[in-house]
């Protein structure tokens, strides 16, 4: 394998932690600094040097150490090597600060050894947040994922979601209630959300709630999860009924049926185009985003003349989407509670 | 055709999709009229914390500003000034079409402070407002202008009804310090407050309360289980509260620091502020009564300092006289700009106070706030009583005890003070300090202090801001000192410091009284 010089120092696997120390003594001006542990697993081919990158950038807002792992599962041989390099910033014009990164490859049975040699190298005591890139494979397994306080992955990179989501679903269902679970997909709709919700703060606007007789919800083609997400969101919170039938949302609003419409929308720069509730007497509330913009226009009141506003985008780069998700930390249980609903509408019970 | 005219006149629901998103308290839409509107608060703090708050998504749909003042300009040309205000001081930057959305609900009423004319046409203006938003009529008067004026606004606030909201909404004033200038200058303006305001819906804004790290103290107090066993006259010798300043009387402040002075200016409302939440037993909850009951018990716990002897004994005032800041030559206090050549204002203040409670018998707090000090900080340092003079200590007679420091500004973090053995054959020991800074640690900068208690105000949470009661029992303290300084036939001297320097060497002398010293910043 060619080694990218982005990914630092080779060092041997037994000394990594020496080796880090020393690096240390050699900087005097620098300031290592850590508040979490970041591991990102990949079995993409260049993914350690790609994720290097990606760190590069994270590591502005949010120091760690960082463990990149670079798995190739079939590969004939076995072996195991590491790479350690350091982030380094200016923070508030002055200081340089880091965040120390060891870089694993691991090939062949060698990826067996993973929660020892990976998980060896944690900064105790500080919370682990798991990235998981691309589809889960068999080494998602619930030892593993036992040693982790967060897990993130991202359900848009999944060619077959049924098959994906079944074992993330069976995965959750042995874990710990303590462990976070983050799909990027619903948090690329955070900010919709926030700017949807705060259309209802208003006491006056909340009471049309159970008056809602449609949804449309525009999104990106490859963002379709993204939208039953929203669906799911909306049935959960708001008491909606129904599910997947004969491959059409049929859902209820109390009594009234509920039109519910997903419609891809090509042109849309980020997964959601738009998502707008109207209720029977023509009153609307929608969150949309103009192509190219970093905002959402609101609109809520009826429907012929709205009071409108704006509230800021999802981000649309994955390095911002992950910055904005460990900022927000927390247990995410409002995600935890929406999947039964989300298992529905998508139909995967089934699958 | 008007944003609630089309809803249901149901009773108030709550908002079940804010589930799991926030767990603030959510903002109302208002209108925010702002009196003082072209000075410079406005320009460089509210106006930019309300487009932050914008920018980020939490102004409330609908929500719009109105700037009160007396000069002539129109709405489009009040908008245009601070817009230039806000390219230059907004904490995230300036993107045109926020603005220019922000903007939209920015609106100039011109008027003198005590033409009630001027209140009849604001009125109508909120009125029309108000009918544009539909839903309540939130309004939040914030009284930016100078202190003098804040007794004809509120009165013809009152004249006009406008502190009576329309349609079930709430009426809320903000005003700034100084809350007065003594006791009864205070009562007065308390008095003039609740004439037109009840006192829940007064928020008496200080802006080192909405500091991240002035909230972050009663997360480290109360968050954590190692600390709070620790905090009492057991194991702390002594806390000290800094204040320093590089700045003089630049900028034509002279006039009014000279009517004031750094126990007044300083003392009064921020450190003490500080203090009452470093020493005040833990809350009931964390509502707002909650939370500044807990904080009144420190005020009133306040050994007062009553006669000239005890000032003296207890009190350093001083004014600095000609030095260096910044390798740069400064005038001494007396010959700064509109300062009065035979001024007895102290630039400079220091305080040993002590609670009389169970907790803090015994533990004295230093206080300290100084102009055209070596460097600007504000931090608080509680130090531990030493170790028991045994084992390693009794080899070390000069052992020094732990320190822990919460920075306030700049720099803002917490530091821990220990004693580690330095490496080799011989036991040797120094103190080491464990550092954790708000910068490196979380790279994302903090709210301004403004957008935090901006957003409070109009969600109704008085937790961070001052109530009456504190305000005027901090006063009761304050003014025995100004009495014994400007009103006995022997005041206590005004002591003198170089520019430049840390200080009097009488405050040095007030602290090696009781064997101790000024933490060296």
Known sequence: ?351 | MLLHSAMSPEPAATNPLREGLSSRALPAPCTIVIFGATGDLTHRKLIPALYNIAADGELPPGTAVVGFARRDKSSEGFRSELEAANREHSRQGHQDPVWAEYARHIHYHRSEFEDPEGYRTLGEQLAAIEARRGGPGNRLFYLACAPEYFRPILARIAEAGLNRAPNGGWARVIVEKPFGTDLPSAQRLNAELAATFPEHETYRIDHYLGKETAQNLMVLRFGNAIFEPLWNNRFIDHVQITCSETLGMEGGRGAYYDASGALRDMVQNHLLQLLSLVAMEPPVDLSADGVRDAKINVFRSLRPLVGPEAVARNVVRAQYTAGSIDGRGVPGYREEDRVRPDSMTEPYVALRLHLDNWRWEGVPFYIRMGKRLPKKATEISVHFRKAPGVLFNRMHVEMRENVLVMRIQPDEGISLRMISKIPGANLRMEPVKMDFHYRTSFGKASPEAYERLLLDAMSGDATLFARRDEVETAWRFIDEIEHAWHETAAPPPMAQYPAGSWGPAEADALLAGDGRIWRRL
């Not at chain 1, 790479?83 to 060891?102: F, N, P």
């Open chain 1, 1 to 351: 394998m060619a080694t990218p010089d982005i990914l630092g120092l080779e060092v041997p696997i037994g000394a990594i932690e020496a080796r880090l120390r020393k690096l240390w003594e050699a900087d005097q001006a620098s300031t290592k600094a850590s508040l979490i542990n970041f591991a990102v697993y990949s079995e993409s081919p260049d993914a350690l040097a790609a994720n290097t990158a990606l760190l590069a950038e994270i590591t502005r807002d949010h120091s760690c150490r960082a463990l990149l792992i670079g798995a190739r599962l079939d590969h004939p041989d076995s072996n195991a090597r590491a790479w350690i390099t350091a982030h380094c910033h200016l923070a508030g014009g002055r200081k340089s600060v880091c965040s120390e990164q060891i870089a694993f490859q691991l090939d062949g049975k060698a990826i067996g050894r993973i929660r020892n040699v990976v998980f060896a190298h944690l900064e105790s005591d500080l919370p682990v947040v798991l990235w998981w890139q691309g589809e889960f494979s068999r080494i998602f397994e619930p030892r593993l994922l036992g040693l982790v306080d967060r897990l993130i992955f991202d359900s848009a990179t999944w060619g077959d979601f049924a098959a994906q989501y079944r074992m993330f679903a069976e995965a959750l269902r042995l874990l710990p209630d303590r462990l976070a679970v983050h799909d990027l997909e619903w948090t690329r709709t955070y900010q919709l959300r926030l700017a949807l919700a705060a259309l209802f703060d208003d006491p006056a606007a909340a009471a049309r709630l159970p008056d809602i007789a449609q949804v449309r919800i525009a999104h990106h083609p490859k963002h379709r999860i993204a939208a039953l997400y929203l669906a799911a969101w909306l049935a959960e919170r708001l008491g909606w009924q129904g599910g997947l039938v004969l491959g059409n949302l049929d859902l209820r609003n109390g009594s009234r049926a509920l039109r519910v419409e997903l419609a891809p929308a090509e042109s849309a720069s980020g997964p959601i185009a738009a998502l707008e509730l109207t209720t029977e007497d023509a009153a609307c509330f929608a969150v949309e985003r103009d192509p190219g913009t970093p905002y959402y226009r609101t609109r809520s009141g009826p429907c012929a003349s709205p009071h409108r506003g704006l509230s800021p985008a999802d981000p649309d780069s994955l390095v911002r989407l992950v910055s904005a998700q460990l900022e927000r930390a927390g247990t995410n249980t409002l995600f935890r509670r929406i999947l039964p609903v989300f298992t529905r509408l998508a139909g995967t019970e089934s699958a």
